[in-house]
């Protein structure tokens, strides 16, 4: 999965995509390199952020999603209106960081449409997410809230064969916790639904990598985490550098096939 941020403070310093067609072309080189589908954001949920207006996200998206027509396409949003729009548009994937929690009507469109979903875990709200995050045992803590979700979407009318399930790398976790989730994600794929792992240029690579103040992880780091996560049953990477992790997971499936 290529993320494509069409905002203007992502953390991973790639809102270059605020002009419609610079984001669209971007998403058509990831295409190209092989990703799978893409993913369309307009809410930032970098850790301190504020949210936006549907108005707003909506006025970011919609002219790249009309451009990518056609495309394989997620839509990155909490929110309904925004999802309605993006999948009159096509959009065949509605991912919640919020997993059915932020809108009621969130959950009824996505069964009446019939699309797939992603259910993220999140501590908190992206404002607050990152004021010392504790657990007693973060994985079990994070596949029950999944466990929870899934139950609840599938009461909402959503088809249990169209969800997917992310341990939400970074969303109100210290690096520690977001390590130990992906060394044991077998106990969240034993759950029985594809999970997703998003740890692309995320800042714990960054500490690891290149010192405590560092923000955004390297490509190379990124790449390390992601086979590692694969090899570990992740059926989805969220990725900014699409052609380096097809190279690399390309490489790793030979040898796990
Ligand atoms: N991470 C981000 C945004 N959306 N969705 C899922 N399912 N999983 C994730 O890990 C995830 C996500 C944050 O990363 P990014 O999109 O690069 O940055 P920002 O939210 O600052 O635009």
Do not use: W
């Not at 990155?76 to 960081?97: Q, W």
């Not at 997703?196 to 714990?204: I, Y």
Request: aromatic letters at 4%.
């Amino acid at each position: 999965m290529g993320v494509v941020n069409v905002t203007p403070d992502s953390f991973s310093g790639d809102g270059l995509y605020l002009r419609p067609q610079v984001a669209a072309a971007e998403a058509y080189g990831m295409l190209e390199a092989g990703a799978a589908i893409v993913d369309v954001g307009g809410e930032s949920t970098r850790p301190g952020s504020e949210g936006v207006t549907a108005d707003e996200e909506l006025r970011r998206v919609l002219p790249v999603l009309e451009r990518l027509r056609g495309q394989p396409l997620s839509v990155d949003t909490s929110k309904a209106e925004v999802a309605r729009h993006a999948i009159e548009l096509g959009a065949e994937m509605v991912n919640d960081v919020t997993a059915l929690r932020a809108d009621p009507e969130l959950a009824g469109v996505v069964a009446d449409s019939g699309t797939y979903l992603c259910l993220m875990h999140m501590r908190g709200e992206p404002r607050t997410m990152q004021e010392s995050p504790r657990y007693g045992d973060v994985v079990s803590e994070v596949k029950a809230f999944l466990e929870e979700r899934l139950a609840f979407a599938v009461s909402a009318g959503v088809r249990e064969a169209h969800v997917c399930l992310d341990p939400g790398i970074g969303f109100g976790k210290t690096a520690d916790h977001n390590f130990e989730l992906v060394r044991r994600l077998g106990e969240l794929v034993a759950i029985g639904r594809p999970v997703l792992v998003g740890f692309s240029r995320k800042s714990a690579l960054a500490k690891l990598t290149a010192g405590p103040e560092a923000r955004v992880g390297s490509t190379a780091a990124s790449v390390g985490i992601a086979v590692a996560a694969y090899e570990r049953g992740a059926t989805i990477l969220r990725v900014h550098d699409v052609r380096e992790h097809i190279e690399a997971l390309r490489a790793a499936a030979a040898v796990l096939a």
